[in-house]
């Protein structure tokens, strides 16, 4: 046999027309973000054209009344159809769902989740991609919470947070370690929502997981570990969202401490 047609020869060389032979599908949930949508597209936009990936990004809006999907059309008459393509939804249908549905749209063989409020700087893409490839890993997930990448890359800065007072980071703090305590994940950051997976891992990852909202991302690296899949983490920076309220609340801080339990006694 061709060792170059195998199933994993071909998952590690692509099958398009750019340098990196991959397409990376953006998932981009959003609620009441007109203001930042138009900052998180352009740069998502350079990155991809400075890194020379062929991209496009999924818009799942919730029925935004500030005019979301106003501007995510307008965006994509800027950057084109192929580019900016927009699926909205009838409501607010929490977050696991929004994947969900942006899943059924998706043309690429990869697939970056991450927010849309700038918390999440695309500049870290690349890095995502690079130990990728370097490991022929199925998951990269970006971490607030270490100093360098696992496995080890020599670009890697150490991660961090920013705008957040002292409380909000005893929380995050006190849920990730709640949460590796108990489930032992493996990853250093469950709460993050900032990762790339190839297409057919986030397809299986997700017809196991039964969490909605918040508690979704962290039961998605449970069940990744237990399925046996590869992840890789990358530090990054987080910072606190420039327009727009945070849509965490404490609804969500029980859902979570609730999600642990259910996940400590199910997976």
Do not use: C
């Not at 935004?64 to 501007?71: L, V």
């Not at 927009?86 to 059924?104: D, Q, V």
């Not at 900032?194 to 196991?208: A, D, N, Q, W």
């Amino acid at each position: 046999m061709n060792p170059f047609e195998t199933t994993v020869s071909r998952n590690m060389q692509g099958s398009f027309d750019t340098p990196d032979t991959h397409k990376y599908s953006v998932i981009l949930p959003t609620y009441n973000e007109r203001k930042n949508l138009p900052v998180i597209i352009w740069l998502l936009a350079k990155t991809f054209a400075e890194n020379q990936l062929s991209w496009e990004v999924i818009v799942v809006d919730d029925n935004s009344p500030d005019g979301t999907q106003e501007i995510a059309k307008q965006l994509a008459n800027v950057y084109g159809e192929d580019k900016i393509v927009l699926k909205p939804r009838a409501g607010k249908l929490g977050l696991g769902t929004a994947y969900i549905h942006g899943l059924n749209f998706v043309t690429g063989d990869f697939v970056i989740i991450m927010d849309a409020d700038f918390s999440h700087h695309p500049k870290f893409i690349p890095q995502f991609i690079r130990l990728q490839k370097a490991h022929n890993l199925d998951i990269v997930t970006g971490t607030r919470y270490r100093s360098t990448s696992t496995p080890y890359s020599s670009d890697a800065q150490p991660g961090g947070v920013h705008g957040w007072d002292f409380k909000r980071k005893l929380v995050s703090r006190g849920a990730n370690f709640l949460a590796d305590t108990v489930l032992n994940p493996g990853v250093s950051d469950l709460t993050g929502s900032f990762r790339l997976y190839r297409l057919p891992v986030l397809r299986h990852i997700i017809t196991e997981t039964v969490s909605k909202g918040y508690v979704f991302q962290m039961e998605m690296m449970v069940r990744a570990r237990a399925l046996g899949y590869t992840v890789g983490e990358v530090p990054i920076t987080f910072v606190d969202r420039i327009f727009g309220d945070s849509k965490l609340g404490a609804n969500e801080i029980v859902s979570y401490a609730k999600g642990i339990w259910v996940l400590f006694t199910t997976v």
